[in-house]
Antibody, heavy 117, light 109 residues
Framework: DVQLVESGGGLVQPGGSLRLSCATSGFTFSSYWMSWFRQAPGKGLEWVANMNQDGSEKYYVDSVKGRFTISRDNTKNSLYLQTNSLRVEDTAVYFC??????????WGQGTRVTVSS | EIVMTQSPATLSVSPGERATLSCRASQSVSSNLAWYQQRRGQGPRLLMYGASTRATGIPARFSGSGSGTEFTLTINNLQSEDFAVYYC???????????FGQGTKLEIK
């Protein structure tokens, strides 16, 4: 079975950093684009960033450009999101997702990030 | 940015009946449209892609239609597990700026 498990969330002060991880299993990780999403409390879904199979292409939503960095380690079947200069408005549950031609056929359960002083 | 607008925000339907959910794009996305179901406390689940193709394991009571700017998700014979929030998502842009609708909450009448 395909599995994606996020971790690394927590409570952080504005301006702080967190590194989110997404551990995967059950499929050939190195063959897929992967994405990060987030969902603010009581709100809808927002695509945050994605990366191609070998990491040579990365794209971000405008609101996180210059602050967040997506990366992957194909030897560990894992995806990462380094989040820096965090703002209160970055508070959300962060999900990773497996991408197939622009849609997302597998998702994790999410990890919660709270940015508050 | 392509803005996706879903209606209604909340839909109340009785089990066994049909639900019709709408999604509108601010510009044409051709058939580059997906639908997702999200139950409370869970990650989303892909239902449809290419506007009308069911994802693996999705029951035939789910169907999708539309192209361009107007799309519909229809759920026939509603089951208890279908009451959830549904999102549409466009994937026309390249480089990607994938955008979602704000969601439709399907609740038991």
């Amino acid at each position: 079975d395909v599995q994606l498990v996020e971790s690394g969330g927590g409570l952080v002060q504005p301006g702080g950093s967190l590194r989110l991880s997404c551990a995967t299993s059950g499929f050939t990780f190195s063959s897929y684009w992967m994405s990060w999403f987030r969902q603010a409390p009581g709100k809808g879904l927002e695509w945050v960033a994605n990366m191609n199979q070998d990491g040579s292409e990365k794209y971000y939503v405008d609101s996180v450009k210059g602050r967040f960095t997506i990366s992957r380690d194909n030897t560990k079947n894992s995806l990462y999101l380094q989040t820096n200069s965090l703002r209160v408005e970055d508070t959300a549950v962060y999900f990773c997702g497996r991408e197939t031609h622009g849609n997302f056929d597998s998702w994790g359960q999410g990890t919660r990030v709270t940015v508050s002083s | 940015e392509i803005v996706m607008t879903q209606s209604p925000a909340t839909l109340s339907v009785s089990p066994g009946e049909r639900a019709t959910l709408s999604c509108r794009a601010s510009q044409s996305v051709s058939s580059n449209l997906a639908w997702y179901q999200q139950r409370r406390g869970q990650g989303p689940r892909l239902l449809m892609y290419g506007a009308s193709t069911r994802a693996t394991g999705i029951p035939a009571r789910f169907s999708g239609s539309g192209s361009g700017t107007e799309f519909t998700l229809t759920i026939n014979n509603l089951q208890s597990e279908d009451f959830a929030v549904y999102y549409c998502q466009q994937y026309k842009n390249w480089p990607p700026v994938y955008t979602f609708g704000q969601g439709t909450k399907l609740e038991i009448k």
